[in-house]
């Protein structure tokens, strides 16, 4: 999952990808943010980009898998992926998993 998130924040930034790593011990859940200065993605699109081959922009590589395994497999584990915009100014992914799973 977070090779893949990676892959995503670093075909997309323009210069600077973030990742933080954080355990809520209270609501036992290992927490991944991945964020990127890149254009980042309007909210209308984020739905279709958790999909499988939801590709918003078809000239650039890849094959629109990423993110939906990396949902499809938060899922399984009772995670979640959340994407939103990133205080760089392109996309934040947030990855929840229970810290059990991890």
Known sequence: MLG?????????????????????????????????????????ARELATTRFGRL???????????AIVTEIAAMYEGSLELGNSALGGLAAHLRLPAGMA
């Open 57 to 67: 922009d078809e000239a650039a590589a890849g094959s629109g898998l990423g993110l």
């Open 4 to 44: 893949n998130l990676l892959d995503n924040a670093c075909q997309w930034a323009r210069s600077q990808v973030r990742i933080h790593l954080r355990e809520d011990t209270a609501a036992a859940l290992l927490e991944v943010l991945v964020e990127d200065d890149g254009p980042g993605m309007p909210p209308e």
